[in-house]
């Protein structure tokens, strides 16, 4: 096996001729010897740049569905970041500018791939079949939320939909998505683990390990990078020096292609190519999609204490994701102005009537405060739960617990 695959700079005994060989061998950071280039299909207008690369699989009902899922998820972000001001909800946090890295990657995959994601990837599990009611739900931690109110809003998760749950520490999920792809492998399933983080996520100690696994264990995982220029209130300019995060795929032996993230098309085929890569030849691939985090981090943030509004604005005119997918739409006969103005109208109304049966739904039973930790409650938490209901039954008129199912 080849050490090296560069050319060999030979010493000699002659002093000068060494050190021009040591500085011919040097690389300098300032001066990288090649920057990954970044892919697009699909142009600010909407206009398709190669036809010959146009995924001819893609028909008008297909990219209409990924279009509608988009402006449903844009939509859902807008009124329940504003319900969060209002207290009925605890927490939340908003895709907005970044839908096409969702629903390009969800739709080049199958449904039997495992899905490990960050907090922001929202669009994904909607375009498994969660439906804005499940969402909402989730995020009001009622009675038919899946994870039974334990998890904060936005940490969905459906073993359903091969959905892994969201855990709030940041990179946790990438080590796992390297040891669930090679489980895929040694299982013989056709199958592939796509994993998404951002760019601040890859600054963390989970990333390294993990790419370095996936590449010599030839893990069949998709690492998904959106690279949305923020990580909370640092940028990207003070995250990482070199080559952004592509590079390091290519310095750990993946597959890495640089993508325009709010190219929907140029996603899709990405991700469509890292699969056909990862099932067919069981290696890992790192897709770095760029894009552009328009809202706040979360609703603990506030992003005009850091960034200028102008900043924003550029990319709200200019690099929308959902205008550049209806400009395409539009060109093509396939929508008018009035079909894109009753898409959001109906999109708004669904999140209003899925928020109104969420918020009237009672929290999830007391019960499940204490199940599901263990296959077999232990003694001690069958002692702890005995000494809650015996409180309650004792002092329950001071804990409105008319708020609580009775259905576990």
């Known amino acids: 096996m080849a050490m090296s695959t560069g050319p060999v700079f030979r010493a000699t005994e002659d002093l000068s001729e060494k050190r021009s060989k040591l500085f011919?061998?040097?690389?300098?950071?300032?001066?990288?010897?090649?920057?990954?280039?970044?892919?697009?299909?699909?142009?600010?207008?909407?206009?398709?740049?190669?036809?010959?690369?146009?995924?001819?699989?893609?028909?008008?009902?297909?990219?209409?569905?990924?279009?509608?899922?988009?402006?449903?998820?844009?939509?859902?972000?807008?009124?329940?970041?504003?319900?969060?001001?209002?207290?009925?909800?605890?927490?939340?946090?908003?895709?907005?500018?970044?839908?096409?890295?969702?629903?390009?990657s969800a739709q080049a995959l199958d449904p039997d791939d495992v899905i490990f994601a960050q907090y922001r990837e929202v669009g994904v599990i909607f375009h498994r079949g969660f439906t804005v009611q499940d969402l909402v739900n989730q995020c009001f931690s009622n009675e038919h939320d899946l994870g039974k109110g334990r998890q904060m809003p936005v940490h969905y998760g459906s073993a359903k939909l091969n959905f892994?749950?969201?855990?709030?520490?940041?990179?946790?999920?990438?080590?796992?998505?390297?040891?669930?792809?090679?489980?895929?492998?040694?299982?013989?399933?056709?199958?592939?683990?796509?994993?998404?983080?951002?760019?601040?996520?890859?600054?963390?100690?989970?990333?390294?390990?993990?790419?370095?696994?996936?590449?010599?264990?030839?893990?069949?995982?998709?690492?998904?990078?959106?690279?949305?220029?923020?990580?909370?209130s640092t940028p990207s300019t003070e995250q990482y020096r070199g080559d952004a995060i592509g590079g390091r795929g290519v310095a750990y032996g993946l597959n890495t292609v640089r993508v325009d993230g709010n190219d929907i098309f140029a996603v899709y085929n990405a991700v469509k190519h890292a699969r056909k890569i990862a099932v067919e030849r069981r290696k890992a691939s790192l897709i770095e999609a760029m894009t552009y985090r328009v809202g706040h981090h979360s609703t603990s943030d506030d992003y005009t204490r850091y960034r200028s509004p102008n900043d924003v604005s550029t990319w709200v005119q200019g690099k929308n994701p959902?205008?550049?997918?209806?400009?395409?739409?539009?060109?093509?006969?396939?929508?008018?102005?009035?079909?894109?103005?009753?898409?959001?109208?109906?999109?708004?109304?669904?999140?209003?009537?899925?928020?109104?049966t969420a918020e009237a739904a009672k929290k999830p039973h007391l019960d499940h405060t204490f199940t599901d930790v263990y296959d077999q409650m232990p003694k001690r938490l069958e002692e702890q739960r005995a000494e809650l209901m015996e409180h309650l039954k004792k002092y329950g008129d001071n804990y409105h617990l008319e708020q609580f199912s009775e259905k576990l």
């Open 24 to 104: 011919e061998a040097w690389t300098d950071p300032d001066r990288p010897s090649a920057i990954l280039p970044t892919y697009q299909l699909m142009d600010e207008s909407g206009k398709i740049l190669n036809e010959s690369e146009f995924p001819s699989e893609l028909n008008r009902d297909s990219i209409m569905k990924m279009y509608r899922g988009m402006v449903q998820i844009h939509e859902m972000d807008k009124i329940l970041y504003d319900i969060q001001r209002q207290g009925l909800i605890s927490f939340y946090m908003t895709a907005i500018g970044e839908e096409a890295t969702h629903f390009g």
């Open 164 to 232: 892994q749950t969201i855990s709030s520490p940041l990179a946790t999920q990438i080590p796992q998505a390297t040891g669930a792809g090679y489980a895929l492998k040694l299982q013989g399933k056709p199958n592939c683990v796509i994993c998404y983080f951002g760019d601040g996520a890859a600054s963390e100690g989970d990333f390294h390990p993990a790419l370095n696994f996936a590449a010599t264990l030839d893990s069949p995982t998709i690492f998904f990078c959106r690279n949305n220029k923020w990580a909370i």
């Open 322 to 356: 959902i205008t550049r997918l209806f400009m395409f739409l539009k060109t093509r006969g396939w929508i008018t102005d009035s079909d894109r103005d009753s898409i959001q109208n109906e999109c708004r109304q669904a999140v209003v009537a899925a928020m109104k």
